[in-house]
């Protein structure tokens, strides 16, 4: 019901070599670099569009696109929702909002956005989301521009590939520009980044004191909201109560309940089923200020959201409850050394939660009662907590 992994499991390991080898006899034939960008561009533009995690899956490619191109100016289109995850981000440039902040009507702010990305000069762009794509288009900036695999009519038809299924995320992302890249892709290379800073960790410490709590506490960071998927990724409150619970009673523990302010109900419903050694967090922070609380926690506990993602950037263990989502596309990644376990079910409907291309929305759906995750115990969730826990001298 659930897998160690310490590193990438076997069945997903490769080599760097190998995998830039197989997207290239995936795309049939490799373009010059020619055909998309001059040799040195100075002015890049990223469409980034995206759901925060799926954002931070995406900083692999701008880090790389960095080291291709170091003196390029890069730009980054995104929204107000995904834009902190790249605050202070080496690799990015500047921030360049769809929409503006304003009091004036939305789609006035959004038709000045397009017309500033539309004035700018960009000798190279790259769009990594469906909606950027059309957002570009708007914009009039989207010709023969490098961009992650959309498979044809994917939004009518879905996809039914083994190999684009069986792609990681972070593995998509960096597959839309390795026709310009000059060298072949390292494991290190391939780890999604959150750049914290001085001011990220204190603001952490203070929320911290102001609890009476501090590092030395044992911490379990616990998310257990996530919008994604129409809210279907979450696990059921009481179960992780029920977790907390016994992670409490075996090690003095302390549970922060973390998240954004759309978390903040579900996490106070979690709180009321435990006793004592809970705390709200969520709603509190901003997003690299709970990435900074994550750092400080010995383990991490939440449902297939970004805040799973930032336990592997930072390196806190942490255990990934994966119910309709494909865990091939999207397990944590992290250094060799990270640890991690996943646990899931083993119903034949699931995976229905895809990168890119569900199965057709006109298609009968199996389920939708999240039979995937109810077939998830608190037992089986606690017990790969309790193994990341001990010390990993002792195994």
Request: hydrophobic share 40%; proline share 7%.
């Amino acid at each position: 019901m659930y897998e160690a992994v310490f590193s990438t499991p076997a069945r997903l390991a490769e080599t760097p070599a190998g995998r830039l080898a197989r997207m290239e006899a995936d795309e049939g034939h490799r373009h010059s670099q020619d055909e998309y960008a001059p040799l040195d561009p100075s002015h890049i533009l990223v469409g980034m569009l995206l759901p925060i995690g799926d954002t931070l899956l995406a900083t692999p490619a701008l880090s790389v696109l960095r080291g291709r191109f170091p003196w390029a100016k890069i730009s980054v289109l995104v929204s107000h929702s995904n834009a902190g995850i790249l605050q202070d981000n080496p690799n990015v440039d500047a921030l360049i909002f769809v929409s503006e902040p304003g009091s004036e009507p939305s789609f006035v702010r959004f038709m000045r956005g397009l017309n500033g990305i539309r004035k700018q000069d960009y000798d190279l762009v790259i769009n990594l989301s469906p909606v950027g794509s059309i957002v570009l288009r708007m914009a009039q900036r989207y010709h023969h521009p490098l961009h992650v695999e959309m498979p044809p009519l994917w939004w009518l038809v879905g996809t039914r590939s083994r190999t684009f299924r069986a792609r990681h995320a972070v593995d998509h992302y960096l597959r839309a520009i390795v026709s310009i890249l000059d060298h072949r892709l390292t494991d290190e290379e391939r780890q999604p980044r959150l750049y914290l800073t001085a001011r990220d960790r204190s603001a952490a410490r203070r929320l911290l004191r102001s609890c009476d709590l501090s590092p030395a506490n044992l911490l379990i960071a616990m998310h257990v909201g996530g919008d994604g998927f129409n809210g279907r990724k979450r696990w059921a409150p009481q179960r992780f109560a029920e977790v907390a619970n016994a992670l409490i009673e075996k090690y003095s523990a302390h549970v922060l309940l973390i998240g954004g302010k759309d978390d903040v109900a579900l996490s106070e419903e979690v709180a009321a089923l435990i006793p004592h050694n809970a705390t709200v967090v969520a709603g509190r922070t901003s997003l690299k200020e709970t990435g900074a609380l994550i750092e400080m926690s010995a383990l991490f506990i939440g449902n297939d959201s970004c805040p799973l993602h930032i336990a592997a950037a930072v390196g806190t263990p942490a255990v990934g409850i994966f119910g309709p989502s494909n865990i091939e596309q999207f397990h944590p990644i992290g250094k060799r050394s990270y640890r991690h376990r996943i646990v899931h079910s083993n119903l034949s409907c699931a995976p229905c939660f895809n990168f890119i291309g569900n199965d057709a929305p006109w298609l009968p759906k199996p389920c939708h009662a999240g039979a995937c995750l109810n077939a998830i115990s608190s037992d089986e969730v606690a017990q790969a907590a309790i193994e990341l826990l001990q010390d990993p001298r002792e195994r």
